[in-house]
């Protein structure tokens, strides 16, 4: 990442609760200054309440 992208939060998530590889890349991020928060429960979580889901190619 570049330092550009510093100003804006970064959200992780792992597929669901079991995985810990969010966690790992949030310390890191924070470590290096980024403003990061992890989603808690992951995005099975996520889509279990039916909150929306949107493909990577329709952001950009």
Not at 40 to 60: C, H, R, Y
């Amino acid at each position: 990442m570049r330092d550009q992208n510093k100003d804006k939060e970064i959200i992780v998530y792992c597929w669901d609760v079991w995985c810990n590889t969010a966690a790992k890349v949030a310390k890191f991020l924070l470590e290096h200054g980024y403003k990061v928060k992890e989603l808690t429960g992951g995005i099975a979580a996520w889509k279990e309440m039916n909150f929306p889901v949107t493909n990577s190619d329709q952001v950009l």
